[in-house]
């Protein structure tokens, strides 16, 4: 730009005006700067993020305040209540509106009348026309006091509104909070009132607290990484699911963000994928939720609930973030810390309360005395003669003079004043017996103040405990704490797909239906591929994909699947020796290529077969005809070879070569029975060593497990059973042990006791009364059942305690048969005394030793061969000696 386009008159000077308008414009980055930062610091301090103090955002104040000034104890309609509260708010009325309803749905601050909503099915409140409340009676004893309240002006400096509230309570972590501002959000879980009260008890007493959420739709909760409600942490939420009878199962609680409307979706979702299989879904929710899921005939429903958790909202993951305003500050902090916070700052409130009260004792005690002695001592008729108010005043003083000394303070003119304003009929009806007890009333009541304020710890302790009291019944803890397994999808996901493969090409997948069928699977599953020069592969299923070429097996594979056991003949390269392995295939990188044998070129697979529980046959190996060989064939048995990792060379089989190998006989499991575990931390089987062992499962055993209701069920031992919340027994299931019960009937109010075997059924099946409240109160299949009885206890009659051989008190009958009374006298407390069962001493079995013809031309290894033969006798000189001490 020249200096002609600057200046058009041409006199080459730039007017001043001009010159000082360009100077004052700011750049827009600088503006940019300015103006977001306030703008995210109002959303932060101002709309989103609650403060500490009071544990609420300021619309949430805003409310709770306009309801104080409005509340007579009568229900206000919510849109009175909207239009008062816009006085303070100025975001208008729907933003007001949201956040009223919020409150009112925690049930905790405000008594709701009307269509408020339902936090289960999601539901939206009616009109604020249509719905009323107001504060509920904790909310007038905890958040308010005008008193101790710190006030300011109005956002149009018409009104005055709290800075924040006074609340005596950990409110924040009561009712929990959600906001997102700018570059900043805040997400703290709602907690149990009762166990917030009592950790604050914790904490005035010194003690460590730790909390966990508690969440209003209840539901099953994992808080093993709660991580203290801090960013990172996160929080495994499931439904309770309960199975009704094998084609039915009820979800009675729902994880918390969620609602049955969301939730049905996410199943109908997962059923159309084909993840599960439901033929029918209905909600009969009302004031407790109950979604009934009818499965198809034939499907698991112990695979359908863990399916559930896997592919639906039945399970959902919630990170926390706690965060909050303090001295007008954001800070992230934990809950464990917020209470400690919220604690001492409602012990301060106490305390100020109490120094706020004394000196209102001390004032009414000051002028009750003065009053009396202005009125005993007659001191009003020294006025008499005063023509002004000074003379009237100096009168009064002068009259008072002799008893300044009995005072607490000095008399003031304050006071003074105050005394001529007592008005003739007070003085002539005045009572001096009951000035005297309102004094001494108000003396009382200064010395408990006094004694408050010196224990104000025990004060605070007390004040708390009265809290639980007084409000803390029907608060309790709705959301069960429990530890969680982790599902594997591919376990538990229906078999929504086929798999086919074609072998000459070397293509596998779901989509190839003209090809040979394989077996069902689901589309998240991974396969299993064995080929005939040795290689194995793993790869995720597919519609159509390459896998290689001369297939000999193909499956789904199941990851750390140790009981399938492949067995393998193969040939060392064109002209080598034949080897023979057994191995599992536990754990693979997904796609790369495996090589079973010693690597050697032309290695050639002869045999393979896999072995889904272990099973070991005996082959027929026919050798090629060629000179010198003295047997042409051999048989094989695998069952001498130990099963080892798939990079085993394997055992030398023969140095000759093989023309075939054919299945002479089928073989048993040389893998032997389970062992079953029991974790009562999360109530499921595993084979890892968790928990309490039940025993050795073969095939065809069972698990009998007893409820606190009454029921006994026989189930097989798959890892994916589930098991009744009120399950008080769990053992493996012996016929022949008969189960000893002590059970209360209901109808009878009596306790009676029997013996019975358990019936061989796959049905739930009561042993008990059926009358309602009958419940079970022990139950054992010890060999000598014996239990201890604990009476109540009578005036003037305590009754021992008495043991019981149960054994000898009843013998076994029926399942059916009610059996016989326990006691007539009323029974306080009964335990389970009964010794454990002997353990049985098993034999020790005897090592499978591989026995080979000496003229099959297999290489033997014969000092292997001489150290089993040293250790099967050790073993059986064992035996002997364990013989002779039973004896």
């Known amino acids: ?38 703008y995210a610091s109002y959303v932060i301090l101002e709309r989103a993020v609650p403060a500490v103090e009071d544990g609420l955002k300021p619309v949430q104040r805003r409310i709770l305040h306009a309801m104080y000034e409005l509340e007579d104890g009568r229900y206000n ?22 956040a009223m309803v919020q409150l009112g749905q925690k049930d905790l601050l405000i008594d709701c009348q009307g269509n408020w909503g339902n936090i289960l099915t999601g539901d939206s409140a009616a009109a604020s026309r249509y719905i009323e409340a107001r504060l509920s009676k904790f909310a007038l004893e905890v958040v308010f006091n005008p008193k101790t309240t710190v006030w300011q002006a109005s956002y149009d400096g018409r009104n005055r509104e709290p800075v924040t509230l006074p609340v005596k309570f950990p409110l924040l972590l009561a009712q929990g909070v959600e906001g997102i501002a700018v570059g900043l959000a805040c997400k703290i879980m709602p907690h149990n009132f009762n166990e917030l009260i009592d950790g604050s008890i914790d904490i005035l007493r010194g003690k460590k607290v730790s909390l966990v959420p508690d969440f209003p739709t209840g539901g099953l909760a994992d808080f093993s990484n709660y991580n203290d409600g801090l960013r990172g942490g996160k929080i495994r939420i499931r439904a309770k699911i309960n199975q009704i009878d094998k084609k039915t199962l009820v979800i009675t609680e729902i994880p918390f963000s969620t609602t049955t409307g969301s939730l049905m979706e996410s199943i109908v979702s997962a059923n159309e994928k084909e993840k599960i299989k439901i033929r029918k879904i209905e909600d009969n929710t009302a004031e407790n939720v109950e979604i009934i899921l009818h499965l198809h005939p034939g499907i698991s429903p112990d695979k359908t609930i863990d399916a559930l958790y896997a ?4 399970e959902v993951s919630v990170s926390p973030n706690a965060c909050i305003i303090e001295n007008e500050k954001p800070r992230f902090v934990g809950v464990n810390e917020m209470l400690k916070i919220s604690t001492h700052k409602t012990l301060e409130l106490l305390r100020l309360e109490l120094n706020i009260r004394k000196g209102e004792i001390e004032e009414a005690w000051h002028f009750s005395s003065l009053e009396k002695i202005f009125i005993e001592k007659r001191i009003y008729r020294n006025i008499e003669e005063s023509e002004t108010w000074e003379e009237v005043l100096s009168a009064i003083d002068k009259g008072l003079k002799p008893y300044k000394k009995l005072f607490k303070r000095a008399i003031t003119t304050d006071d003074i004043a105050r005394l001529t304003e007592i008005k003739i009929k007070r003085i002539s009806k005045f009572d001096s017996f009951k000035a005297d007890e309102h004094i001494k009333n108000l003396e009382e009541e200064l010395q408990l103040v006094n004694h408050h304020l010196e224990h104000i710890v025990e004060y605070a302790i007390e004040y708390f405990k009265n809290l639980k009291k007084k409000y803390g019944k029907g608060r309790e803890r709705k959301t069960e704490i429990k530890a969680f397994e982790i599902i594997n999808a591919t376990t538990v996901a229906v078999a929504n797909e086929k798999l086919y493969v074609n072998r000459e090409e070397g293509f596998a997948g779901y989509n190839m239906k003209k090809d040979e069928y394989v077996c069902d699977c689901s589309d998240i599953d991974d396969i299993i591929v064995f080929r005939d020069d040795g290689s194995m592969s793993v790869s995720k299923v597919s519609d159509k994909s390459f896998v290689g070429k001369g297939i000999i097996y193909i499956n789904v594979f199941r990851k750390n699947d140790e009981r399938t056991i492949y067995n393998m003949i193969y040939r060392d390269g064109t002209k080598g020796k034949s080897f023979a392995k057994r191995f599992a295939v536990s754990g693979v990188t997904r796609d790369k290529i495996y090589d079973l ?65 054919v299945l002479k006989e089928k073989g048993l499991s040389t893998l032997g029975a389970r062992s079953i ?21 073969s095939a065809d055993d069972k698990i009998l497990y007893i409820t606190q209701s009454g029921h006994y069920r026989l189930i097989n031992f798959d890892l994916s059973n589930h098991f009744d919340e009120d399950m008080i027994l769990i053992e493996k299931f012996n016929p022949e042990k008969p189960v000893a019960a002590v059970y209360f009937d209901a109808e009878k109010k009596e306790y009676y006791v029997k013996r019975f075997l358990v019936e061989v059924t796959d049905k739930k099946t009561l042993f008990i009364s059926e009358f309602e409240g009958s419940r079970l109160e022990m139950a054992t299949t010890c060999l000598q059942p014996q239990i201890e009885i604990k009476f109540q206890k009578k005036k003037n009659n305590e009754i021992p305690d008495q043991q019981l051989d149960l054994k000898e008190f009843i013998g076994v009958k029926g399942l059916k048969a009610k059996g016989n009374r326990l006691t007539t006298n009323p029974v306080k407390e009964i335990n389970n005394i009964s010794p454990p069962d002997p353990e049985e001493i098993k034999p020790v079995p005897e090592p499978i030793i591989a026995e080979l013809p000496v003229d099959a031309n297999v290489e033997i290894d014969y000092d292997r061969l001489e150290q089993l033969k040293n250790i099967r006798k050790n073993l059986d000189n064992m035996d002997t000696q364990m013989t002779l001490d039973l004896e």
């Open 77 to 98: 309609k919510a849109a009175n209540i909207i239009g008062h509260c816009m006085k303070y708010h100025p975001h208008g009325d729907a933003s007001i509106a949201d």
């Open 597 to 661: 044998t010693k690597g050697n070129k032309g290695s050639e697979v002869l045999y393979f077969t896999a072995n889904a529980n272990g099973e070991a046959e005996v082959v027929t190996v026919i050798h090629k005809p060629l000179p010198g060989i003295r047997k042409l064939q051999f048989d094989f048995d695998f069952g001498g070879l130990a099963i080892k990792g798939r990079n085993s060379q394997g055992n030398t089989l023969t140095n000759y070569g093989i023309k075939k190998v």
């Open 1 to 38: 730009m020249n200096e002609e386009e600057l200046d058009p008159s041409g006199e080459g000077e730039l007017d001043n005006s001009d010159n000082k308008d360009i100077q004052n414009i700011l750049p827009v980055s600088g503006m940019f700067q300015n103006w977001f930062l306030d």
């Open 677 to 697: 575990w029991f974790d009562d931390t999360i109530q499921r089987l595993n084979t890892d060593g968790r928990g309490t062992l039940l025993g050795e499962f």
């Open 311 to 314: 592919f639906t909202n039945c």
